[in-house]
């Protein structure tokens, strides 16, 4: 069974994906470092409320988003 970590993680580099963006375009919408970025996609790093935000402006989602179904 995943966890839910890995499975914002998932969804999160899927919107990435989807977005057809790299994990540097993420980054620089985002305004973080794009070491962030590869560390949240393989499960180095969770990141925090305001990094969520960020993510969720960058992919132009709504934050809940991210969190829905788990």
Not at 15 to 35: H, P, W
Not at 43 to 56: E, G, K, M, S, Y
């Amino acid at each position: 069974m995943e966890t839910k970590t890995k499975k914002i993680a998932k969804r999160l580099k899927q919107y990435r994906l989807d977005a057809g963006m790299s994990q540097q375009e993420v980054a620089d919408n985002a305004g973080i470092d794009r070491k962030t970025v590869n560390r949240i996609e393989n499960l180095h790093f969770l990141p925090n409320i305001d990094t969520l935000l960020r993510l969720a402006k960058a992919f132009s989602i709504n934050p809940a988003d991210i969190f829905q179904g788990l």
